[in-house]
C-alpha cells in the first residue's frame, strides 16, 4: 500500500510537471481534482497498468482515468489484413486486420483500435479491391463507434484492380473505438487484397 501512494504521489508531480509545460493532458478540471483528492481518501490503486509502462490507471470511487507516467502520452497502432476477406455486393462490411505492425499501448484488438486517452487522433485506412465490375463503386470507410466518420469511394473504370483509401483527424474519448468498413456494388462478392501495404488501418493520437 505504501508504495502504491508513493506512486500516485509521483503520478500527481509528473502531472502537475507536465502541466507546467504547457503539454496537454486531455484533463478536466474535475478529474485533476479527483485524482489529487484520491491521495486522502476513497483511492483505490495507482499502478502501471500495461506491460510498457507508458501510462497509469487511477481508479477512483469506481471511474478510471488513465495518465500518462512521464512525457506526452505516445498511442499508435496499425494493423493489415494477412487473410484474405470477400466482400458481398450492396452490405457496408468490417475490415479484417489479423496482423499488426505495431500497437505500443495495446489499443488494437479484433480489428478495432480503442482509445485509453481522449484526443485528436490521425486515421488512415486503404484497401485494395482485387476486380470490379465496370463502372461500379468501391468506398473505404472510417467508423467511429459504429458511425461513418468518414469515406472514400472510387468508381471502377474497368474491371481491374481498384484502390480506395482515406485519411482524417477524429477526436476520441476514452473507450471510443475505431473500425474500418469496406462497401461495393458490383453485384457480386469481391476479394479484397491481403498484405501490409494495401489493404490497412492506421491510428496515431497527434494531441
Same mark, same amino acid.
Request: net charge positive.
Given at each position: 500500500m505504501p508504495e502504491q501512494k508513493e506512486n500516485l504521489i509521483n503520478l500527481?508531480?509528473?502531472?502537475?510537471a507536465l502541466e507546467k509545460k504547457s503539454i496537454q493532458m486531455n484533463l478536466s478540471p &474535475?478529474?485533476?481534482?479527483?485524482?489529487?483528492n484520491a491521495l486522502f481518501e476513497g483511492w483505490q490503486d495507482a499502478v502501471p497498468?500495461? #506491460? &510498457?509502462? &507508458? @501510462?497509469?490507471k487511477v481508479i477512483w470511487k469506481n471511474q478510471s482515468f488513465y495518465i500518462p507516467t512521464g512525457g506526452e502520452f505516445d498511442s499508435k497502432a496499425r494493423a493489415y489484413q494477412s487473410s484474405q476477406q470477400s466482400i458481398d455486393s450492396g452490405d457496408a462490411t468490417k475490415i479484417n486486420l489479423q496482423t499488426e505492425n505495431y500497437d505500443v499501448n495495446s489499443e488494437f484488438a479484433n480489428s478495432?483500435? &480503442? #482509445?485509453?486517452i481522449a484526443g485528436y487522433y490521425q486515421v488512415n485506412a486503404s484497401i485494395l479491391w482485387l476486380a470490379s465490375a465496370d463502372t461500379?463503386?468501391?468506398q473505404t470507410q472510417i467508423r467511429v463507434k459504429g458511425d461513418v466518420a468518414a469515406a472514400d469511394a472510387k468508381r471502377s473504370?474497368?474491371?481491374? @484492380?481498384?484502390?480506395?483509401?482515406i485519411s482524417d483527424i477524429v477526436y476520441l474519448d476514452v473507450d471510443d473505438y475505431v473500425e474500418m468498413y469496406g462497401y461495393q456494388d458490383s453485384g457480386g462478392s469481391v476479394?479484397?487484397?491481403n498484405n501490409s501495404q494495401s489493404t490497412f488501418m492506421s491510428v496515431h493520437r497527434l494531441s
Open positions: 500527481i508531480k509528473r502531472v502537475e &474535475t478529474e485533476k481534482e479527483n485524482i489529487k497498468d500495461d #506491460a &510498457t509502462k &507508458t @501510462y497509469f478495432r483500435f &480503442t #482509445a485509453k461500379k463503386v468501391c473504370p474497368g474491371t481491374g @484492380y481498384i484502390s480506395s483509401n476479394n479484397l487484397n
